[in-house]
Structure formats: structure tokens, C-alpha cells
């Protein structure tokens, strides 16, 4: 569409405003893009004066014009707009409905007046057409047109200073410079006679209006120089706006985008009967258009694609070059505001910037919060890692902490740096100080983690150093148990926590915390022996009954005893009984402080035996000394075994000891019978008196000695036959200690029947070969030889065996009777 003379209806005949369309003739005339190079200009004068041929001809539009042989009538309604064709800068041009019409009649000039103060209001010119012959007519047409202008002018506060560019039409032969002074005296007649505010009453007319002339010829006589003239007043409307140009004061002139919405308003309230702050106007309007413009800028930043990239990127990870690449898109934004904005009002167009900027700000800060907030988990993971780093290779706590603090408190700035928007300077104190406390967090964590390594380290050193030496130590129960218990305590502890204090060093602590921790340390070894002094405590029945034992059964060379009869067992006993009181005397308390007791003095004299004079007085005193639940001077912390258990202890003691010493009495006097070779003195008396009747009876009757010579016989036969004294060479019967064991009798019990039917049978043999002829026994005595060189007869061998295996050992016996 060709944009040059294209025109549209601003306001209609009943005064109803077309915002529609003339915002349509803003976007195809390209009008909002002007800026403030732009000019209006606006015609008026009586009906049918030709005000649309005079535009047409003079600015290239194409409003419609009367036809003169349809007579004369209204042809213009309302007001019209129309961009002027090929002329620099800008410009459009109103044509306004003629006064003094005979449509709207006499008496209805409100419209009339409204056109003319719109036209004042938005107009940089304003061609005022009329009539030659009326210059120097007192009841001329023009001068209600001129009294209606200067009367609607007082309604405009603080009005800008306009062109009132006069076309005188149908010029006679009457010079301008002649036409020109009337005319002004005339104009200036109707100025001083329209009422005017106490404030204007003395202003003179140049201060409102700049006042031009100029003549053109009759349209319909004399066309061509009509157009002549035309065409050189066209020229005078080239660079209207340019200083010393046609155009007048721009003060109050609406940059090009919004002059549409500035018209609107303007006719409403030309049309609302209020007059018209032209000031307040222009700052209205730019409020308005600026803000539509920042909602524009901020709806095209809100769907950005590089925003919304960037927005969504920055949700999961730290984004590069964050604060230039939204600071780049931000001043896009901004300075695609600041040029459309550019010809508006400065502090409305200031003061919406600073909007749109808040706006904008306020949509882009969360991604900018949730930026730090990866800056800040990054550079604590990565303290953390290099914190680890450090430590591990042995570099000291106090010093790894300071150089990574530092180092990544400084990359945290750093980053933040990269990430600072330059519109804006958000302060990052508080997501710094919050990466502080968590570094700060961190390492109490790894310092207390740390320390609590150290410190269950030396507490492991301590206990290994102590447990068993202290073990060792209350086993053997000496005089000097306690002080070597004690001196063992102080140079391990001293050893310890001299280690301890130097590791601690390296964390930089306080010199009271470390006192403490230190202290703790000692504690602690000095409950390590403590607490294995109570376990051992619970033992300590065991422990006195394994003492009693070891000085009982063995020797000063820690050989076996053996009860030959020559041993003291109750000096012994005696020893062996004090050894373990002692080591009851030992457990029974803690002394690990510069304080003596009285313990082993108590029980010794409580417990140990004395002389039987003084058994009774020995019960007394030792009920009297132990009957209690706390010893003399001793504290009931550092109490192990109170004085009533170590008298029950004692009483067990002694009754599980007693079967050891009496099973050693019993064998002491065992040994004493084995080595003596007669019968003791008593036994041989009894014999004697006892046996003196079988002796005379024996000695009266000789058959009962044969009898007895062969019972003799029998019975040696058969105790060689059973090899008696081999099976109590083996073992089988232990005569010494008259215990028999069960596998001997067994295999005794087995062999005595064959052995006693063999004897038998060889005392038949004997006995048939004695009858038998000499023959024969020749024969028999052969085979018995060579029985015993050991080849038997085919004839005799099954018979004459005389061998028995032993069912425990696999050995072979030979009959006595045959050797």
C-alpha cells in the first residue's frame, strides 16, 4: 500500500474518537518510528472555503472536495487525518469540519469549538483559511473562527507557542503588503477583546501564537498560478520542525508512538468539558507509553531464547560467563526500551526505566541466587576434597585449614565476580558468609574427627602399655606391686601425652582446650589400670588358689615335689598361704595415690593361723577387723574387695585348698611305708600272738606243709604263666598306690582259665609219658626237643603248645614247666 496520502477518519461528525484506525495509520504509515521528527498540521476556517483542495494541492492528499456544480455543502465531517506526501520530516495533516455551517445550525458550536482546541493541542501549524474580501469587514466570517480560537487557547494551561499561518484565498489585486498590516490589527483587535485569566491579562499575543500571511490566487480563475503559488508554499513546510522553521514551540510535542494514545486523550477531555493541562498531558501520555513499551521490552525478555536457556541451564549446574551473558541480554532489553522511549518525557521515561529494570532484576534473581548457590556448593566440595588432599600428605591441620580457606574463599569471589550482573550490584555477603560457616562447619567436623582418631590412638598406645604389664605386674603381687604400678603409669602416660600435646599442636587449639584434652589422656591411662585391677580383682580367687598351687607342688628350682617324708608341709603350707594372702592384700585396693594403708597388716593378722594358745582371741579379733564394708583410710573409690569378701574369699581359699594338702600328707605317708622293709614293730607282735596256734598245728600235722609246697608250686606256675610282674611293669596294676585299673583285671580275668587248663593238661601229659615204654618216651623226648628249638612234630605240635598271646600287648609267654 502506498503510504503517501493515505488518510483515515480521526473523530467522526458526533465526536467519537477512531482509535483503531488511527492506530493502523500509525503501523502502515511506519509513524511510530519517527520519534520526535515529526510534524502535525491542521486547517480551519468557514464551510465550503476549500480547505481539502488547498491540502490535496499543497501536501499530495487525497481528502475529498466539494463539487461545485452540485452546489455548496458540507463535505469534510469531523476531523480527518492524512500523511503528507514527500515532504521532510514527517508530517500528517488534520483537515478539519468548516465552521459556520449550515448543518449544525446556527447556535451549535460546541464542535466547532472542540476541532479548535484540538487542533491548538496537538497541531505544530495551523492553516487558518479565509477570504479575501473579509479582511477590514467588522462582521467578516473569519472573525468568529479567530474569537473561537483565542477563547479556547485560555482553556490550555501553559500552552506551547503554535503557527498561525493565515491563507488569504481568491487574492485580488490588492498587494499583501498592503492586505498583510489589516489583517494583523484586525487579529489583534479580537485578541484584546477576549477575556483572558488575571494571569494573561497583559500578554501580549507573540507570547501564544507565531502569525503568518500569505495570498494565493482563485482556484477556479487562475488554476495554474494557483498552483504556483501552492507548490512555493510547499516548500516553506520542508524542515518545518528545524530550527527557524515554520513549525513553532515543540516544548509540549508527544514523541511519534505515542501520539495516538495522546490524541485519545486529548479529545477526552476536550470532550469531558475539562480544560486541557498540556504539561500534565505530555506526562500522562509518556506514563502511559512507556509503560507499555517496558511491558513490551519485559514480555520480550521474559520469552528470550538465550534467557530461557540460560535460565534453565543454570537449575542444575554453574553456567560460565553467567553475569556477562545475562548482563548482555538485559542491556538489549534496556536499551531497546531507551531508544522508543528516547522523546518522551525524561523523568517519566527515567522513572519507568528504573521500573522496567526492577522488573527485569527481579525476574533474573533467582537464577542469579540459584547460581551463587552452586558457586558455593562447588567451592565447598572442593575444599573439602582438597582439605582431604592436604591432610593426607601429611601437611598439619591448622595450616591445611588456613591456605585452603583462603584459597577457596578467594575462587569463591572469584566466581561471584564472573556471575555480578553489571545493572545491578547484588550483595553476596550473606552466601559468602554462609560458605564461611559450612567451611567453618566442616572443619570442627574433620578437626573433631581428627582429634577423636588421635585421641583413640594414644588411648590404644596407653592401654596396650598398661593392660598387660599391669596384669603382670598385680599376678606377681610383691611388696612393690603398686609403686611399680605406678611408675609404669607415670612414664607411659608422660610418654603418651607428650606425643598427644605434639599432634594436637597441629590443629591450633587453645592452650586451655588442649590442657584439657591432655588431662583426659591421663584419666584415661589411670583408668586402664584401675579397670584391670577390678577384673583382675574378680579373679583374684582364682589367681591366690594358682599361687597357692605353684608353692605348693613345686620347689625353690620350680621342680615337682615329691613327698619323700622329709618335707615341712606345714611350714609349706604356711608359705604357700602368705604368698596368696599377700596377693589378696594387693587386690584388694587401688594405690595409685601417695597414700599408705594398713591392708596386709589387717589381714595377716586376721587371717593367717597363730598359736593354738591363742585361737579363741584370734576369732574375736579377726571378726572384729573384718566386719566392716570399707577399710581404715582407704576411699571406696579406690576400694576393690571389702574386708567382710576378702574374709569369704579366704574361707573358699582355704577350704578348696585343703584337698591339695591333704592328698599331699596322704602321700608322704604313703612313701614312708613303701620304703620301709619289716613290718612295722605293732604288726610283727600281732603276728606272733595271732599265728602261734596255726604254727603248732603246722608243725603237729607234716601233710599240710606238702599241701602248702604245692599250692606253692600252682601258684608260681600260674604267676609266671600270666606274666603278673610284666603287666605291672606296663602298667596294668599300679601296686605302689594299691589302685587297680579296669583294662588290667579284664585282661588278667581272660587269661587265667586257659592258663590253668594248660598247666592241666601238661601235668596229664607228664604223667601218661612216666607209664608209657622207654620207646615211646625216646620218641616224645625228641619231639619235645624239638619243640623247643622250635620245629614241632606233624603229631604233637597242636598238642604241646604251650604258648598264650596277651590280648593287650600281642606277646608271647613260655609255659615253666616246659623250660
Known amino acids: 500500500m502506498d503510504q503517501d496520502g493515505y488518510s483515515v477518519q480521526l473523530i467522526d461528525g458526533d465526536g467519537a474518537f477512531n482509535f483503531t484506525g488511527i492506530e493502523h495509520f500509525t503501523k502502515i504509515t511506519k509513524m511510530g518510528d519517527c520519534g520526535l521528527s515529526y510534524a502535525v498540521v491542521s486547517i480551519m476556517g468557514p464551510q465550503s472555503s476549500g480547505k481539502s483542495t488547498l491540502l490535496n494541492h499543497l501536501f499530495g492528499t487525497d ?11 458540507q463535505t469534510t465531517k469531523g476531523i480527518w487525518l492524512a500523511k503528507c506526501a514527500k515532504i521532510e520530516p514527517f508530517t500528517v495533516v488534520m483537515d478539519l469540519e468548516g465552521t459556520d455551517g449550515r448543518e449544525r445550525g446556527e447556535d451549535d458550536t460546541t464542535f466547532e469549538k472542540q476541532s479548535a482546541l484540538f487542533a491548538l493541542a496537538v497541531s505544530d501549524i495551523v492553516l487558518i483559511n ?16 479567530l474569537k473561537t480560537v483565542f477563547q479556547v487557547m485560555m482553556r490550555l494551561f501553559s500552552p506551547r507557542k503554535t503557527t498561525l499561518l493565515f491563507v488569504i484565498r481568491d487574492k485580488t489585486k490588492t498587494p499583501l503588503e498592503n492586505l498583510e498590516p489589516v489583517l494583523r490589527e484586525d487579529i489583534q483587535k479580537i485578541w484584546d477583546n477576549v477575556p483572558k485569566p488575571e494571569a494573561h491579562k497583559d500578554t501580549p499575543l507573540s507570547e501564544f501564537f507565531n502569525v503568518e500571511v500569505v495570498a494565493l490566487s482563485s482556484y477556479e480563475e487562475k488554476e495554474e498560478l494557483f498552483k504556483e503559488q501552492v507548490a512555493t508554499l510547499r516548500q516553506r513546510f520542508y524542515h518545518s520542525i528545524a530550527p527557524g522553521g515554520l513549525a513553532g514551540d515543540r516544548r509540549g510535542v508527544v514523541p511519534a508512538s505515542g501520539f495516538s494514545f495522546s490524541a485519545q486523550q486529548i479529545w477526552k477531555v476536550i470532550k469531558d468539558n475539562k480544560d486541557l493541562d498540556l504539561p500534565a498531558h505530555k506526562v500522562m501520555v509518556a506514563t502511559v507509553r512507556c509503560e507499555e513499551i517496558a511491558n513490551e521490552k519485559f514480555a520480550c525478555f521474559s520469552t528470550d531464547e538465550d534467557w530461557l536457556q540460560l535460565e534453565e541451564v543454570v537449575q542444575h549446574s554453574i553456567v560460565p560467563g553467567f553475569g556477562k551473558k545475562v548482563s548482555a541480554i538485559l542491556d538489549k532489553c534496556l536499551t531497546g526500551y531507551d531508544t522508543e522511549v528516547f522523546f518522551f518525557d525524561e523523568a517519566v521515561r527515567t522513572s519507568k526505566r528504573q521500573q522496567l529494570e526492577s522488573k527485569l532484576l527481579h525476574l533474573v534473581n533467582p537464577s542469579y541466587q540459584t547460581m551463587l548457590g552452586h558457586i558455593r556448593s562447588k567451592n565447598l566440595e572442593d ?4 582439605l582431604d588432599k592436604a591432610l593426607e600428605s601429611g601437611e598439619g591441620f591448622a595450616s591445611a585449614a588456613l591456605d585452603c580457606t583462603k584459597s577457596f574463599m578467594k575462587k569463591f569471589d572469584k566466581d561471584c565476580e564472573d556471575a555480578t550482573i553489571e545493572q545491578v550490584d547484588w550483595d553476596t555477603s550473606k552466601i559468602r558468609d554462609k560458605l564461611r560457616r559450612d567451611i567453618d562447619a566442616h572443619l570442627a567436623s574433620v578437626r573433631s574427627a581428627k582429634i577423636s ?5 594414644y588411648e590404644g598406645q596407653l592401654n596396650k602399655a598398661l593392660a598387660e604389664p599391669v596384669e603382670a605386674l598385680l599376678d606377681a603381687a610383691a611388696d612393690d606391686t603398686w609403686s611399680s604400678i605406678k611408675n609404669l603409669l607415670q612414664r607411659e602416660t608422660e610418654s603418651a601425652t607428650s606425643g598427644f600435646a605434639s599432634a594436637l599442636a597441629t590443629f591450633d587449639l587453645d592452650q586451655a582446650t588442649m590442657d584439657k584434652m591432655i588431662e583426659r589422656l591421663k584419666q584415661y591411662g589411670r583408668s586402664v589400670v584401675e579397670s584391670k585391677a577390678r577384673e583382675e580383682a574378680g579373679r583374684v580367687l582364682i589367681r591366690m588358689k594358682d599361687r597357692f598351687s605353684t608353692l605348693f607342688s613345686r620347689d625353690e628350682d620350680s621342680m615337682p615335689r615329691i613327698w619323700t617324708g622329709k618335707e615341712d608341709i606345714k611350714a609349706i603350707t604356711k608359705a604357700a598361704r602368705s604368698a596368696s594372702l599377700k596377693l589378696l592384700s594387693v587386690m584388694a585396693a587401688t594405690r595409685l595415690d601417695d597414700e599408705s594403708d594398713k591392708i596386709a597388716e589387717t589381714l595377716s593378722l586376721a587371717l593367717m593361723d597363730t598359736s593354738n594358745s591363742a585361737v579363741k582371741n584370734r576369732s574375736i579379733q579377726t571378726t572384729d577387723l573384718l566386719a566392716s564394708s570399707s577399710w581404715q583410710e582407704v576411699p571406696a573409690a579406690t576400694t576393690l574387695i571389702t574386708p567382710v569378701q576378702c574374709q569369704n574369699l579366704w574361707r573358699q581359699f582355704k577350704a578348696e585348698t585343703e584337698y591339695t594338702v591333704t592328698q599331699a600328707i596322704s602321700a608322704q605317708e604313703a612313701n614312708k611305708r613303701n620304703n620301709s622293709v619289716l613290718p612295722p614293730p605293732w604288726a610283727i607282735a600281732a603276728m606272733l600272738v595271732l599265728g602261734f596256734n596255726e604254727f603248732m598245728t603246722l608243725l603237729r600235722n607234716p601233710l599240710y606243709l606238702g599241701v602248702i609246697f604245692v599250692v606253692f608250686l600252682v601258684g608260681k606256675a600260674i604267676w609266671v604263666q600270666l606274666d603278673i610282674p610284666g603287666e605291672f611293669r606296663n602298667g596294668a596294676v599300679s601296686v605302689k598306690s594299691f589302685r587297680v585299673q579296669l583294662p588290667g583285671l579284664l585282661s588278667l ?3 587265667f582259665l586257659p592258663t590253668v587248663m594248660n598247666i592241666l593238661k601238661k601235668l596229664a601229659d607228664e604223667g601218661q609219658r612216666a607209664a608209657a615204654p622207654p620207646g615211646q618216651r625216646k620218641q616224645e623226648d625228641d619231639e619235645s626237643k624239638a619243640y623247643r628249638n622250635g620245629v614241632p612234630s606233624n603229631g604233637t605240635s597242636d598238642t604241646s603248645s604251650s604258648v598264650t ?5 600281642g606277646l608271647e609267654y613260655t609255659s615253666p614247666l616246659t623250660q
Not at 63 to 73: H, L, P, T, V, Y
Not at 130 to 145: F, S, V, Y
Not at 805 to 809: G, N, Q, T
Open 383 to 386: 575444599f573439602k576434597g582438597s
Open 130 to 145: 479565509m477570504w479575501c474580501h473579509d479582511i477590514g469587514r467588522e462582521q467578516a466570517a473569519n472573525k468568529p473562527l
Open 805 to 809: 598271646s596277651s590280648s593287650d600287648r
Open 453 to 457: 582418631q588421635l585421641n583413640a590412638l
Open 749 to 751: 580275668s581272660t587269661k
Open 63 to 73: 481528502f475529498r472536495e466539494m463539487d461545485a456544480f452540485k452546489g455548496r455543502s
